[in-house]
Nanobody, 125 residues
Framework: QVQLVESGGGLVQAGGSLRLSCAAS????????MAWFRQAPGKEREFVAA????????YHSDSVKGRFTISRDNAKNTGYLQMNSLKPEDTAVYYC??????????????????WGQGTQVTVSS
């Protein structure tokens, strides 16, 4: 089993930055890939970014490419999502996800077995 806890969300003005963290516990952290998804009210859960087990490969959605960066620190059992140049349309609940077998270019939420509880990000215009 893997437990994931997100933190770092909040209210920020458009153009600002936030860094989300995902603290993991349970199985060996470096044995699973991690991803970030987001879900806005009334919308489906959307893929944001994913990172391989050793952090050597990343994949970002077109909507965040060049603004968001996913990373991980396997020594700290923590994943991160650095979000810059935030826009009002980035407003959503952001979820951390993990899976032992996923290919990181897979964007389907159901592919991931483990999820955090989410953290709210609100970007004001």
């Amino acid at each position: 089993q893997v437990q994931l806890v997100e933190s770092g969300g909040g209210l920020v003005q458009a153009g600002g930055s936030l860094r989300l963290s995902c603290a993991a516990s349970g199985r060996t952290f470096s044995s699973y890939a991690m991803a970030w998804f987001r879900q806005a009210p009334g919308k489906e859960r959307e893929f944001v970014a994913a990172i391989s087990k050793n952090g050597g490969s990343t994949y970002h959605s077109d909507s965040v490419k060049g603004r968001f960066t996913i990373s991980r620190d396997n020594a700290k059992n923590t994943g991160y999502l650095q979000m810059n140049s935030l826009k009002p349309e980035d407003t959503a609940v952001y979820y951390c996800a993990a899976d032992f077998h996923v290919i990181i270019t897979t964007t389907t939420p159901s592919t991931y077995d483990y999820w955090g509880q989410g953290t709210q990000v609100t970007v004001s215009s």
